[in-house]
Structures are given as C-alpha cells and as structure tokens.
C-alpha cells in the first residue's frame, strides 16, 4: 500500500461528517485499559449473538458485524474505501477489522467494535493517533461515504485522538434515520441502483456531489 507516509518518505530518503454518540452511562475505559459495561460508546448493546461475517462485494474480503442495517451501512463504507482507495483484500494495511471480543481498547470509540457497529480499514497504515493521514483526493472521496450515510456514520479522522482508519455508526438502535439509509445503500434489497453505491459511484468532485460534503463537520 503506497500511503502518504512511505512515498514521502521514500523522496526524502529518511524512511521515515458527521454525529457524534457521547459514552453512555455506566461504560467507560476501567484503569486497566478495558471497556466496562453492556453496551459500546455509541449506545449499542454488546451482543455476540447479532453478529454475523459478510463478504465486502468486489472483494475476497469479509467483516464480522452486527446484523441488519448495522451491517447495510457499513458495509458501504467497505466497498467503497475497497473500490475507490485501497484494495482491502491484499493484506497490506492490515487489512479489514470489525466485531472484537477483546475489551481492550485505547479510546473510547474503538468499543463499538465490540458491538459490531464499527468498521476498521488498514488498521496497521492508519493508527490510533497515529501521524500518517489519507492523500487530499482519499479524503475527499472519505467526505463522499460520509455523504452517502448522511449522519450515520463517524469517521475517525475527525476523532481526538484521530484514528483514519476507523468509522462507526452514530445512529441509535432503532434509529428510523439509520434504517432510510440503509435500505437506500444495501445493493442486496436493490433491484436497481438509485444511489452512489460502490462499483457505480459518480464523481466525489462533481458540484451536486461536492455540495453534499460541505454539510459533513467534524464532531465537536
């Protein structure tokens, strides 16, 4: 994977939009570095039982997430990061991560994993408050997804400390919202695509889509 990171790197010769959901009552990082509590930052319950693995479409990639449009609108956020930035299925970057089982966790919002709600790509590129961030076209097609979720989903880039690599659902379960989004972004429920989906995707820079993203703040 060619990151800014490396390629600038290499010249110099050194080697070298969004909602937000505040942590809910009664869940936080314990003094041991573990998430305590039933449900995950962003209010969704913490249960092994909704979580199932779905292959990302145009790759051989799959991701353990939480079923139903949990799983719809991340999903989207995959192919379209897969398509459009890096390939997902090669190994490089880490790669793909969503549900963990570990309550290890060094921000608050990295607990959505354990909820299924939160999606990781190239992990190992894109750190936890690491200094490596997406090329200027990459995060222009970063604020496109957002676009396309329309307020359901946070991006990490916008996060303290800011972890590129990450997105999770700002949705609440039985969030209506959500669920507009995601029969309007699963391919699976289309017969016909009527909206940006990967694979068919119009042009982050075109002004309709441009005018979507100029609406995605970063969370406060």
Same mark, same amino acid.
């Given at each position: 994977m060619v990151t800014r990171r490396n390629l600038l790197g290499a010249a110099a010769g050194a080697g070298v939009l969004a909602l937000t959901a505040g942590t809910p009552a009664g869940a936080a990082i314990s003094n041991s570095g573990t998430w305590a509590g039933d449900v995950s930052a962003n209010g969704w319950p913490i249960q092994? &039982? /909704?979580?199932? $693995?779905?292959?990302? @479409? *145009?790759? %051989?990639?799959?991701?353990?997430? =939480?079923?139903?449009? #949990?799983?719809?609108?991340?999903?989207?956020?995959?192919?379209?990061?897969?398509?459009?930035? &890096? /390939?997902?299925? $090669?190994?490089?970057? @880490? *790669?793909? %991560?969503?549900?963990?089982?570990? =309550?290890?966790?060094? #921000?608050?919002?990295?607990?959505?994993?354990?909820?299924?709600?939160?999606?990781?790509?190239?992990p190992t590129a894109y750190p936890l408050g690491g200094s490596e961030r997406?090329?200027?076209?990459?995060?222009?097609?970063?604020?496109?997804?957002?676009?396309?979720?329309?307020?359901?989903?946070?991006?990490?880039?916008?996060?303290?400390?800011?972890?590129?690599?990450?997105?999770?659902?700002?949705?609440h379960p039985g969030s209506s919202a959500l669920a507009r989004v995601a029969a309007r972004l699963d391919t699976g429920r289309q017969r016909r695509f009527r909206s940006q989906t990967a694979g068919v995707v119009a042009d982050p820079a075109a002004p309709p889509r441009r005018a979507l993203t100029r609406n995605i703040q970063r969370p406060r």
């Amino acid at each position: 994977m060619v990151t800014r990171r490396n390629l600038l790197g290499a010249a110099a010769g050194a080697g070298v939009l969004a909602l937000t959901a505040g942590t809910p009552a009664g869940a936080a990082i314990s003094n041991s570095g573990t998430w305590a509590g039933d449900v995950s930052a962003n209010g969704w319950p913490i249960q092994p &039982a /909704a979580i199932a $693995t779905f292959l990302i @479409g *145009g790759s %051989a990639a799959s991701v353990a997430l =939480r079923r139903g449009d #949990a799983a719809a609108v991340l999903l989207h956020v995959a192919r379209r990061w897969h398509y459009e930035i &890096a /390939a997902l299925d $090669t190994g490089e970057g @880490g *790669g793909i %991560a969503g549900h963990l089982t570990s =309550r290890a966790v060094r #921000a608050d919002f990295e607990s959505n994993q354990l909820s299924g709600t939160a999606v990781v790509l190239h992990p190992t590129a894109y750190p936890l408050g690491g200094s490596e961030r997406l090329w200027p076209h990459q995060e222009a097609i970063v604020r496109d997804i957002l676009a396309d979720c329309a307020g359901t989903v946070v991006w990490g880039g916008h996060l303290t400390p800011a972890k590129a690599s990450h997105f999770h659902l700002a949705a609440h379960p039985g969030s209506s919202a959500l669920a507009r989004v995601a029969a309007r972004l699963d391919t699976g429920r289309q017969r016909r695509f009527r909206s940006q989906t990967a694979g068919v995707v119009a042009d982050p820079a075109a002004p309709p889509r441009r005018a979507l993203t100029r609406n995605i703040q970063r969370p406060r």
